[in-house]
């Protein structure tokens, strides 16, 4: 795409932010109290997850901040 984004297109990228927050938030309110219990593993992998989802909202960031350049 060239120019200006529309601010449809900004409003969207950036409820989508907020949602990846909210939900990395909640993945990781699950995992730390299941961190060095018998269920360390399952905290191990949504750990993973929560970063997955920090990964998602950086390149979320980062495509809303190319698309204003």
Same mark, same amino acid.
């Given at each position: 795409?060239?120019?200006?984004p529309? %601010?449809?297109l *900004?409003a =969207?990228?950036s409820s989508?932010t907020? #949602?990846?927050?909210e939900?990395t @938030?909640?993945v990781?309110?699950?995992a730390? %109290?299941l #961190?060095g219990t018998? $269920?360390d593993? *399952? !905290? @191990? $992998?949504l750990?993973?997850? =929560?970063r @997955?989802l920090?990964e998602?909202?950086r390149r979320?960031?980062? !495509? ?6």
């Amino acid at each position: 795409m060239t120019g200006d984004p529309s %601010p449809s297109l *900004l409003a =969207e990228l950036s409820s989508l932010t907020t #949602a990846l927050d909210e939900l990395t @938030s909640r993945v990781a309110a699950i995992a730390e %109290p299941l #961190a060095g219990t018998e $269920d360390d593993l *399952l !905290a @191990s $992998d949504l750990f993973e997850v =929560e970063r @997955s989802l920090r990964e998602a909202v950086r390149r979320l960031a980062h !495509a809303r901040a190319t698309r204003r350049d």
